[in-house]
C-alpha cells in the first residue's frame, strides 16, 4: 500500500511527483469555473433569494415527488438491490465542477472501486447551478468508465435552477414541472420570483448524446425521486434531500421516519453534514424534530451518517447511548478543497482531537492555501510556507500532536504565525476569546478560491465502504493529481463500524 499523507510528504502529493494520467480523461476544450467571477455568483443567486423571500424548496420538491408517484415510482421509494451479504460501494461528494479536480479523483476511483457494486454521489452533482447541458462533462464523461450504477442526492448547487437537470438524469428523464400561477404581487413570493434564476429554455439540447457515454446496461440506475432508500445486502442506505437552506420538509421528514423503523442497519447520506468544522448540525425538520433525532434513535440502528456540501474529508465518532455513530463529511470528490486548517481544536459532542480525523491534514492545507495567496498577492516569499513549516505552526496553535512528523528544520517564527493567522487558521478553545483578525468568515466564505490551481496536489478524496453481514469498513482514499496516487490510492483515513 503507498503511503498516506499521515506517512509522508511525498505521500500527501508534495515533492517533485509525476503528474497523473487523469489530464488525458479531460474534454478538449475545459470552461475553468471560478467562484470569484460575478457572472457565477449571479446565476447562483437563488440560495441567498430563499434566505430572503422564503423558501420554495419544499413544494417543489412536492410536486417532483408527485409527478414521480404518477409516473409509477415506489410508494416507499425504495430500491430494492439484489446484493449478496458481502459487497462494497463507494461514495463520491460534490463533484461537478469539471476541471482539472474532479478529474484527478477517476483514475483512483475507477482502481479502488473496480469491483464495487454501485455508486452514490453526496451533494452537488453539477456546478454552478445543476444545468443539464453541463452533465456531459461534469458527469457523464467523467464516469463513463465506471461499470455499475450511480444513485445520487442533490445538494443546494443541483437546485439552482430547480431540480429540473437533476430529475432528467437520475429520475427516468422527469418531464419538466408545469409552471405556477404567478404569485401576488408586492408579497416576498412576488419579489423573489422576480430575482430567481431559471433555466435557458433550450438547456438539456446535449442531453442525449452525453447519455451515450454511460449507456451500458450495468450502468443504468432509475431512482424514484430526490430522495430514496436503497435496500443492498444487509444494510439500509437513505439518501434525503436538504435543498437550498440544508432543512427537510415535513413530507420528507415524515417519509425518513418511515424508512429509517425496524432493526436492519441503516447508513444515511445527506447534503448537509450533520457534524462538520467542529460543530453540530442536527438539521431540522419542519414541523418539528430533526434529522440527527431519526439518527440517535436506537430503535432505527443507523450506524453512519455521511453528508457532502463541505469540500473535505472529516469524521466524528460519536456515542450515542453506549453505541458508537460515525458521522462523516464526504464533500471531496471534485469541488475546490474546503481549507481542514480553519478547524479549531476539537470538542464536540464527546469527540476530541484524538477521536477526529481530517483530510487534507490541517498542516498541508495550511502549506496549500498559503502557496496559493502567495500566488495571487505576489507575495510569495512572505506568505508562502513549507508543508513542515505549516504543519508545526498548526499543532503550535492548536496545541495538537502533528498528523504527521514536521520535520527538525521545520521552525516556527513570527512571520509563520502571522501567516497561519492571516490564513484562518483555527485555535484551541480557551484561546477562542483573544483578539485575532476577524478574517476566518472572509477567508472561508468570500475568498475561496473555486477551481483557482490546476495542478497538483489537490488533496481530493472518495470513500469504499465493504459490507459484511457483521461489520462495514469505510475507507477515505486519497486523489492528489499524482500519478503514484492514481495507481495505488493510498487510505488517508480506515473505520470498521460493527452492525447490530
Not at 429540473?164 to 409552471?179: E, K, N, T
Not at 499524482?482 to 470498521?496: F, G, H, L, M, S
Amino acid at each position: 500500500m503507498s503511503d498516506s499523507s499521515r506517512d509522508t510528504a511525498e505521500g500527501a502529493g508534495w515533492g517533485a511527483a509525476e503528474r497523473g494520467a487523469y489530464s488525458a480523461l479531460l474534454p478538449q476544450r475545459t470552461e475553468k469555473l471560478s467562484w470569484l467571477s460575478p457572472k457565477t455568483l449571479w446565476a447562483a443567486r437563488n440560495g441567498v433569494l430563499a434566505s430572503w423571500f422564503g423558501d420554495p424548496t419544499g413544494r417543489t420538491r412536492g410536486r417532483w415527488v408527485a409527478q414521480r408517484a404518477a409516473a409509477g415510482a415506489p410508494a416507499d421509494k425504495v430500491i430494492r438491490r439484489d446484493d449478496p451479504d458481502r459487497f462494497s460501494f463507494l461514495v463520491i461528494g460534490d463533484t461537478g465542477e469539471g476541471g482539472d479536480p474532479q478529474y484527478a479523483v477517476v483514475p483512483g476511483l475507477l482502481e479502488a472501486g473496480r469491483d464495487t457494486r454501485f455508486a452514490v454521489l453526496a451533494s452537488d452533482v453539477i456546478y454552478p447551478v445543476g444545468s443539464a447541458d453541463d452533465y456531459g462533462t461534469k458527469f457523464f464523461r467523467p464516469y463513463r468508465d465506471y461499470q455499475a450504477p450511480i444513485y445520487a442526492i442533490p445538494g443546494n448547487h443541483d437546485w439552482y435552477e430547480d431540480l429540473g437537470g437533476f430529475m432528467r438524469v437520475f429520475c427516468d428523464d422527469a418531464p419538466p414541472l408545469p409552471p405556477e400561477p404567478a404569485p401576488r404581487p408586492l408579497t416576498p413570493a412576488w419579489l423573489r420570483s422576480l430575482l430567481w434564476h431559471r433555466p435557458r429554455p433550450d438547456d438539456g439540447r446535449h442531453l442525449d448524446e452525453a447519455r451515450k457515454m454511460r449507456s451500458a446496461p450495468a450502468q443504468q440506475a432509475v431512482q424514484p425521486g430526490p430522495y430514496w432508500a436503497v435496500d443492498a445486502g444487509p444494510v439500509r442506505i437513505i439518501g434525503i434531500d436538504t435543498g437550498l437552506l440544508g432543512t427537510v420538509d415535513a413530507a420528507q421528514g415524515a417519509w425518513l421516519r418511515e424508512v429509517s423503523a425496524g432493526p436492519r442497519p441503516k447508513i444515511l447520506v445527506t447534503g448537509s453534514p450533520l457534524y462538520v468544522d467542529g460543530e453540530h448540525h442536527p438539521c431540522p425538520i419542519e414541523g418539528g424534530g430533526t434529522v440527527d433525532d431519526i439518527v440517535r434513535d436506537p430503535g432505527h440502528h443507523y450506524v453512519a451518517a455521511i453528508g457532502g456540501d463541505i469540500h473535505n474529508y472529516q469524521r466524528y465518532p460519536v456515542d450515542v447511548d453506549g453505541r458508537t455513530v460515525q458521522y462523516v463529511v464526504a464533500g471531496g470528490g471534485g469541488a475546490f478543497t474546503h481549507a481542514t486548517h480553519t478547524i479549531p481544536r476539537v470538542s464536540v459532542a464527546g469527540v476530541t482531537e484524538q477521536d477526529f480525523r481530517c483530510y487534507p491534514l490541517r498542516g498541508d492545507s495550511l502549506a496549500f492555501y498559503s502557496g496559493l495567496y502567495g500566488r495571487r498577492l505576489r507575495l510569495r516569499r512572505f506568505f508562502t510556507l513549507t508543508e513542515a513549516e505549516a504543519t508545526a505552526v498548526v499543532a503550535e496553535r492548536l496545541g495538537i500532536r502533528p498528523g504527521r512528523a514536521p520535520g527538525t528544520t521545520a521552525r516556527v517564527t513570527r512571520r509563520t504565525r502571522l501567516v497561519a493567522g492571516l490564513l484562518g487558521t483555527g485555535r484551541r478553545p480557551d484561546r477562542r476569546k483573544r483578539f485575532r483578525l476577524p478574517v476566518r468568515k472572509i477567508y472561508t466564505q468570500l475568498f475561496s478560491p473555486g477551481s483557482a490551481t490546476y495542478s497538483p496536489p489537490f488533496f481530493k478524496c472518495f470513500l469504499r465502504l465493504d459490507v459484511t453481514p457483521d461489520a462495514i469498513r469505510l475507507r477515505c482514499h486519497a486523489a492528489t493529481g499524482n500519478r503514484a496516487q492514481e495507481v495505488d490510492p493510498p487510505v488517508e483515513d480506515e473505520v470498521t463500524i460493527p452492525l447490530p
